[in-house]
C-alpha cells in the first residue's frame, strides 16, 4: 500500500558528533532547519548528502562555512567516503565486480554546467578528484577504464590496491554461489551523492560509487553520468540519486527533477515524482531501492525513495541533521 509520511529527521550520534574536531563550530540540531522552508530567505550556505555521512558532509560545511566554493566543497567532502575502506560502496575498500576487481564510477558539475566524470576507473583511490581533472584539463567530460586511469597517473594520481582484507574475503564467499542480487539499503549508506550551495548562492554537485557489487565486468551505473545520477543548474538547483542504476538512467532522473524543480515543483514534489516515473516502469518489479535527494536555488531540500530506510544529511548555519526521507511503500 502507497503511503506518504512527512519528512522527518532524526539527529543520530549526537554524542560522537560532538566529539568530531570538525563539528566543533556547529550546533546540531533536532529540528529540520526552519530557514530551508522560507522562500524568501535564501539558506546558504549548506550542504546536503545522501545518507548519514557526518564526516563527509562536515568536511564539505568546514570549507563552505570559510568561504570556500560549493565546487571544492563536495570534491573534498565525497573524498572522505571515497579514502573511508569501512564504507565498501564507495572508492577504496569499495566492493568488487564479478571479476574480483573494484571499478569505480564519479563525477562533478560546477555552477557553470562544467562536468567532468569517470567510469570503470580502477586502481585509484579518488575517482572524483579525477573527474575534476577530466571537467578542467580535458576538452572531454568522461574518461572510461584505462583511458580514465593513464590519465590520473598523467596528473599525479598515485596507483593504489582498492580491494581490501574485508572484501576479498567477502568476495570468496560470494563466488560460492555468484548471485547477483540488488540489495535493498545495503550497510544503510552506499553511493554518496552531495549537493552545495555556497555564500555566492553557486551550486554544485558531485557522486561517486563502487557501483553494485558484484555487477558484470564493465558495467557502468547512473552515479558517474550526468543528469541520472547527479545534475545541477545554478538558476534552479540540484539533485543526486542512490539505488539501482539502471533505473535512474531509464528515467534520466536527476535531471528529470531539475526540470520539475524549474517547472515550479519542490525539492520533495520533484523528488516524489521522479521516484513515481521509476515505478510507473516497474509494475510488476520493486525489489530494488532508488532515492533521490534535490535542493533548490532557495536552499530547500527534499527527499524520496522507493522503500523506508533512505535518509539524507543536511548542514547549514541552523545545525547538521539525518533527514528520514518519506517512501513510495
Ligand atoms: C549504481 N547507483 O552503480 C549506484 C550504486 C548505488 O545502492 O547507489 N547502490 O547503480
Known amino acids: 500500500m502507497k503511503r506518504r509520511k512527512f519528512l522527518k529527521n532524526s539527529t543520530t550520534g549526537t554524542a560522537a558528533l560532538m566529539t568530531a574536531p570538525l563539528l566543533a563550530s556547529c550546533k546540531d540540531e533536532n529540528t529540520k532547519n526552519k530557514g530551508a522552508n522560507d522562500k524568501s530567505t535564501p539558506v546558504r550556505p549548506i550542504v546536503v548528502c545522501t545518507w ?6 562536515a568536511k564539505a560545511w568546514e570549507i563552505l562555512d570559510a568561504g570556500g566554493s560549493s565546487l571544492d566543497a563536495v570534491e573534498q567532502g565525497v573524498r572522505v567516503e571515497e579514502a573511508d575502506v569501512t564504507n565498501e560502496t ?12 573494484v571499478t569505480l564510477d564519479a563525477c562533478i558539475m560546477d555552477k557553470d554546467g562544467n562536468c567532468g566524470s569517470v567510469v570503470y576507473l580502477q586502481n585509484i583511490a579518488h575517482p572524483v578528484s579525477v573527474a575534476r581533472k577530466v571537467m578542467e584539463e580535458t576538452p572531454h567530460i568522461i574518461l572510461a577504464g584505462k ?13 593504489e590496491e582498492l580491494l581490501t582484507e574485508s572484501t576479498r574475503k567477502q568476495y570468496e564467499e560470494w563466488k560460492k554461489n555468484s ?12 553511493t ?3 549537493l552545495a550551495i555556497d555564500k ?8 561517486t560509487t563502487s557501483g553494485m557489487a558484484y555487477k558484470m565486468a564493465g558495467r557502468v551505473g547512473d552515479s558517474p553520468i ?8 545554478n538558476e534552479v538547483g540540484g539533485a543526486t540519486a542512490t539505488g539501482v542504476g539502471e533505473e535512474v538512467i531509464r528515467t534520466v532522473g536527476s535531471f528529470l527533477i ?3 524543480m524549474r517547472q515550479g515543483k519542490s525539492p520533495q514534489e520533484a523528488c516524489e515524482e521522479g521516484v513515481k516515473r521509476i515505478m510507473a516502469k516497474n509494475k510488476d518489479r520493486n525489489d530494488f531501492q532508488i532515492g533521490f535527494l534535490a535542493i533548490n536555488k532557495q536552499g530547500e531540500t527534499g527527499g524520496y525513495c522507493v522503500h523506508p530506510g533512505f535518509t539524507y544529511r543536511e548542514f547549514s548555519k541552523a545545525g547538521h541533521m539525518n533527514n528520514e526521507v518519506t517512501s513510495f511503500y
Open 192 to 194: 554518496i551523492g552531495m
Open 90 to 101: 564507495v572508492g577504496k575498500g569499495g566492493r568488487p565486480d564479478r571479476d574480483g576487481n
Open 147 to 159: 583511458g580514465a586511469e593513464q590519465f590520473a597517473y598523467e596528473q599525479g594520481f598515485k596507483k
Open 258 to 260: 531539475v526540470e520539475l
Open 179 to 190: 548471485k547477483y542480487e540488488t540489495i535493498i539499503n545495503i550497510e544503510n549508506h552506499d
Open 226 to 233: 550526468i543528469g541520472a545520477g547527479l545534475y545541477v543548474d
Open 52 to 57: 548519514n555521512f557526518k564526516n563527509a558532509s
Open 200 to 207: 555566492n548562492g553557486d551550486i554544485a554537485g558531485a557522486c
